[in-house]
């Protein structure tokens, strides 16, 4: 037999030459593949991991969940799909959010068209063909559109600790948890980081560890989830209603049905402040932030909020130094605001100590624990819950080339631009999902990315109607929305603290503010650029 007729065929004649090629297979890249395949396009979705789900797939650490609430943390595309899936808990566990993921791609039919266990290592532009060579660990497939869903909070954030590799005990990122869980018992564990992650597993880390240290850079503001057993009324109510619940929910400012107070803090008088903060620390959940109209745009407005949730820090823990250190002196809310179950109770436990490294960063991991203040701290596990280099960490481990050859990393090296959060100058027929310059994390991203989902696809169903073969942002419409978006972003105090929105928590990377701030107007924009026949974006019928 002739050695061609052996050789295995290479992935793009496995594959044929595809309509489009998707990276990622989380929420986003599922629904795209869904949307696409639909509309009788040959896309398929790339994804690294070994299974489907994404962010839900990789952060199996105890206690990970949404803060969102599930029934709204949840696809809108289907009436019969909200219909029938039931949510157990107010915020669902991270096994809960995989096992309906992984229902909707069975359900959808979606699992013949993903590649899992494939990296995608490069993206190319062919300016002759107009078509996009992507090349990953298997091999080299075309596609006439490349679309990223490769998440906010994908690309893991470790420090670049000194001593790690001597390090004699065990060590895991939050974001990379292994699928066979983790047992603590009779271990000594440090915890380095108090965000989102840290927050959510602390507690539960502690019940388990014979003794949990944590070392806290910044102290971070949260309130409690009270969740439970999801209440059936409200299942009922929402169920009597679906399209009328969604439809508020996306006229309000983070596309999540948190109760807007149109009062002003400065306003109102300070037994209506407290009563408002009350009522919304009773109800818990991420929508204390829309306690008032001020509260992300005032300072003095934020400093009443931030008095309150220090207060009741107070109140919890028992030592008044280890309160002082949990106690935040930031803006409420330019940190992303934590949702927690327990967590500054934890504090009161006899097995758990804080170590403030806030004024001098950890020194060393050592072959027996980690040093820091001087001091070593004898470990049998650390676990790094340092987030996530966000927005651009994944998307910029590509190796993406536009027109001219220009890469990404290039055309970004002072920070993101974009136009919409779903185009880049320079790059046809290449689309974001939740990029930077859309409201993505400012938001309940599920609805941000089932619009943003539906605007590509309308776009390309809309550019086969009227035989176009390219589409691409301008460097005009791209400038001007750049600049909106900073200035939506400078009348607001979230760029006022050194956040991951602004990149701040990765050494190097630049200080730009990458979310848009405002679902409603975003849809609307997006909508109207969709209606003036993509305004802002130049439309070729050759490639
Ligand atoms: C712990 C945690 C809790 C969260 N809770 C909430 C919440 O309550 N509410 C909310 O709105 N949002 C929340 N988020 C944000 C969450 O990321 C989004 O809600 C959503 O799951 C993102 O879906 P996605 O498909 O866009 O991205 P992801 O779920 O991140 O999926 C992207 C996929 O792309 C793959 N990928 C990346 N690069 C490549 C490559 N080069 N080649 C192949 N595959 C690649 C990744 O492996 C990943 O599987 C949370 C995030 C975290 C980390």
Same mark, same amino acid.
Request: glycine share 10%.
């Given at each position: 037999?002739?050695?061609?007729?052996?050789?295995?065929?290479?992935? $793009?004649?496995?594959?044929?030459?595809?309509?489009?090629?998707?990276?990622?297979?989380? +929420?986003?890249?599922?629904?795209?593949?869904?949307?696409?395949?639909?509309?009788?396009?040959?896309?398929?979705?790339?994804?690294?991991?070994?299974?489907?789900?994404?962010?839900?797939?990789?952060? *199996?650490?105890?206690?990970?969940?949404?803060?969102?609430? $599930?029934?709204?943390?949840?696809?809108?595309?289907?009436?019969?799909?909200?219909?029938?899936?039931?949510? $157990?808990?107010?915020?669902?566990?991270?096994?809960?959010?995989?096992?309906?993921? @992984?229902?909707?791609?069975?359900?959808?039919?979606?699992?013949?068209?993903?590649?899992?266990?494939? *990296?995608?290592?490069?993206?190319?532009?062919?300016?002759?063909?107009?078509?996009?060579?992507?090349?990953?660990?298997?091999?080299?497939?075309?596609?006439?559109?490349?679309?990223?869903?490769?998440?906010?909070? $994908?690309?893991?954030?470790?420090?670049?600790?000194?001593?790690?590799?001597?390090?004699?005990? %065990?060590?895991?990122?939050?974001?990379?948890?292994?699928?066979?869980?983790?047992?603590?018992?009779?271990?000594?564990?440090?915890?380095?980081?108090?965000?989102?992650?840290?927050?959510?597993?602390?507690? =539960?880390?502690?019940?388990?560890?014979?003794?949990?240290?944590?070392?806290?850079?910044?102290? &971070?503001?949260?309130?409690?989830?009270?969740?439970?057993?999801?209440?059936?009324?409200?299942?009922?109510?929402?169920?009597?209603?679906?399209?009328?619940?969604?439809?508020?929910?996306?006229?309000?400012?983070?596309?999540?049905?948190?109760?807007?107070?149109?009062?002003?803090?400065?306003? &109102?008088? &300070?037994?209506?402040?407290?009563?408002?903060?009350?009522?919304?620390?009773?109800?818990?959940?991420?929508?204390?932030?829309?306690?008032? %109209?001020?509260?992300?745009?005032? *300072?003095?407005?934020?400093?009443?909020?931030?008095?309150?949730?220090?207060?009741?820090?107070?109140?919890?823990?028992?030592?008044?130094?280890?309160?002082?250190?949990?106690?935040?002196?930031?803006?409420?809310?330019?940190?992303?605001?934590?949702?927690?179950?327990?967590?500054?109770?934890?504090?009161?436990?006899?097995?758990?100590?804080?170590?403030?490294?806030?004024?001098?960063?950890?020194?060393?991991?050592?072959?027996?624990?980690?040093?820091?203040?001087?001091?070593?701290?004898?470990?049998?596990?650390?676990?790094?819950?340092?987030?996530?280099?966000?927005?651009?960490?994944?998307?910029?481990?590509?190796?993406?080339?536009?027109?001219?050859?220009?890469?990404?990393?290039?055309?970004?090296?002072?920070?993101?631009?974009?136009?919409?959060?779903?185009?880049?100058?320079?790059?046809?027929?290449?689309?974001?999902?939740?990029?930077?310059?859309?409201? %993505?994390?400012?938001?309940?991203?599920?609805? &941000?990315? @089932?619009?943003?989902?539906?605007?590509?696809?309308?776009?390309?169903?809309?550019? *086969?109607?009227?035989?176009?073969?390219?589409?691409?942002?301008?460097?005009?419409?791209?400038?001007?929305?750049?600049?909106?978006?900073?200035?939506?972003?400078?009348?607001?105090?979230?760029?006022?603290?050194?956040?991951?929105? =602004?990149?701040?928590?990765?050494?190097?990377?630049?200080?730009? +503010?990458?979310?848009?701030?405002? +679902?409603?107007?975003?849809?609307?924009?997006?909508?109207?650029?969709?209606?003036?026949?993509?305004?802002?974006?130049?439309?070729?019928?050759?490639?």
């Amino acid at each position: 037999m002739p050695d061609r007729a052996r050789a295995k065929p290479s992935e $793009s004649e496995r594959l044929g030459e595809l309509d489009v090629l998707i990276v990622g297979a989380g +929420f986003a890249g599922l629904y795209m593949l869904h949307r696409l395949r639909s509309a009788g396009l040959e896309a398929i979705a790339y994804e690294a991991g070994s299974g489907i789900g994404g962010t839900w797939f990789w952060n *199996r650490y105890p206690g990970a969940r949404c803060d969102i609430e $599930s029934i709204e943390y949840s696809y809108q595309f289907s009436e019969e799909l909200q219909r029938d899936w039931e949510w $157990s808990e107010r915020y669902a566990t991270q096994p809960e959010i995989l096992r309906y993921v @992984e229902h909707v791609a069975e359900r959808f039919d979606l699992l013949p068209h993903v590649e899992l266990n494939t *990296r995608v290592n490069s993206a190319t532009f062919d300016e002759t063909t107009g078509r996009w060579s992507v090349e990953t660990d298997r091999g080299v497939v075309s596609a006439q559109f490349c679309i990223m869903a490769t998440g906010c909070l $994908s690309s893991m954030n470790t420090p670049d600790f000194k001593g790690l590799d001597s390090f004699k005990g %065990s060590w895991f990122h939050t974001g990379r948890w292994p699928h066979e869980g983790v047992d603590f018992t009779d271990q000594r564990v440090g915890m380095i980081g108090t965000g989102s992650s840290a927050i959510q597993s602390i507690p =539960l880390i502690a019940q388990e560890a014979s003794h949990l240290t944590v070392f806290q850079r910044t102290a &971070s503001y949260s309130v409690p989830a009270h969740n439970g057993p999801l209440d059936p009324e409200r299942v009922r109510e929402f169920k009597a209603d679906i399209a009328g619940f969604r439809e508020r929910n996306s006229q309000l400012p983070f596309g999540a049905g948190f109760k807007l107070n149109l009062a002003k803090a400065l306003e &109102s008088t &300070s037994e209506q402040r407290q009563s408002e903060y009350d009522e919304r620390w009773a109800t818990g959940g991420l929508g204390f932030v829309a306690a008032f %109209s001020d509260l992300l745009i005032d *300072r003095e407005a934020n400093d009443t909020a931030a008095k309150f949730l220090r207060q009741k820090i107070r109140e919890t823990v028992k030592d008044a130094a280890v309160a002082e250190l949990l106690s935040p002196d930031l803006v409420v809310g330019c940190k992303r605001l934590c949702v927690d179950t327990g967590y500054f109770e934890t504090f009161n436990r006899p097995n758990v100590t804080l170590v403030d490294v806030s004024k001098a960063p950890i020194e060393e991991i050592t072959r027996n624990g980690l040093r820091a203040n001087g001091e070593e701290y004898e470990l049998d596990a650390i676990v790094f819950a340092t987030g996530f280099d966000a927005m651009t960490g994944a998307l910029l481990s590509i190796d993406i080339r536009g027109r001219g050859g220009m890469t990404l990393r290039e055309k970004w090296a002072e920070g993101p631009r974009t136009y919409l959060g779903l185009g880049v100058a320079g790059f046809p027929n290449f689309f974001t999902i939740t990029g930077p310059g859309s409201p %993505s994390v400012l938001s309940n991203m599920i609805p &941000s990315i @089932e619009q943003h989902v539906n605007w590509i696809a309308d776009c390309v169903e809309y550019m *086969r109607e009227h035989d176009y073969a390219c589409i691409e942002a301008t460097e005009e419409a791209q400038d001007a929305w750049v600049a909106h978006v900073n200035e939506v972003a400078n009348g607001t105090l979230f760029p006022t603290c050194n956040s991951w929105y =602004l990149g701040a928590n990765v050494p190097g990377k630049p200080r730009v +503010f990458m979310p848009y701030l405002g +679902f409603p107007p975003y849809v609307q924009k997006c909508n109207e650029v969709a209606e003036k026949g993509y305004e802002g974006f130049s439309l070729d019928s050759a490639g």
